[in-house]
């Protein structure tokens, strides 16, 4: 199937659109009928799994270009491999999207939420059940937590002193572990 650079590019785009970016609608049909009407549904599916495949496996390594190089020149000399007109479409794909499919890849790896915000303030209590509790200080906290492209959810926490204290120092080990991982010893 000779369907040009264009046709092959825009396919690269749709097929990188729907596994990296989540566009559901860009379905193999919708792109058969847009980019390859001529092709026979069998035709386009292999070529869409073909393209398909080493696209995700230049994105899960994340290749430089060197590593591309290699790889495409690879797939050139395979028996049922690439061409070197589609070889170098793959190339220039890569070169302008790595860096958006990376951080794509990156975010839906992301096993569980983000702190994305916190705010906070100190407030007196002014009603308690203990007397001796009225008029203290307390900090409320809310942390907004979420993962990107998705709705946050709001956790709001109340501290006293010294559950202040007690957070302070257990943020102070961590930290105290990180700093001891990054150290060069």
């Keep these: 199937m000779a369907g040009g650079c264009k ?9 990188a659109q729907a596994a990296y970016h989540g566009n559901a609608a860009l379905t193999a049909e919708l792109l058969r009928g847009q980019l390859y009407p001529e092709a026979a549904p069998e035709e386009f599916a292999a070529l869409r799994a ?3 495949g080493l696209l995700q496996s ?11 190089e290699a790889f495409l020149t690879a797939q050139t000399k395979k028996q049922g491999g690439i061409t070197s007109d589609q070889a170098a479409v793959l190339a220039k794909f890569w070169k302008n999207h790595r860096v958006k499919i990376h951080e794509s890849l990156v975010n ?6 983000v702190l994305k915000n916190m705010n906070w303030r100190v407030d007196l209590k002014s009603q308690s059940r203990h007397i001796d509790q009225i008029n203290t ?16 959810e709001f956790l709001c926490l109340e501290f006293d002193e010294a559950k202040v204290s007690q957070m302070l120092k257990k943020l102070s080990e961590i930290e105290e ?3 001891a991982l990054t150290q060069t010893t």
């Excluded at 046709?7 to 097929?15: F, K, N, V």
């Excluded at 230049?58 to 591309?68: E, F, G, R, V, Y």
């Excluded at 839906?108 to 939420?113: A, G, T």
């Design 108 to 113: 839906q790896s992301r096993w569980d939420n």
């Design 7 to 15: 046709a092959l590019a825009a396919l690269l785009s749709g097929i």
């Design 50 to 52: 073909k393209m398909g």
């Design 177 to 179: 572990s990180m700093t």
């Design 137 to 152: 200080p307390v900090a409320i906290v809310e942390m907004e937590l979420g993962k990107n492209g998705q709705e946050s």
């Design 58 to 68: 230049i994105a899960s390594a994340d290749m430089d270009l060197n590593q591309l």
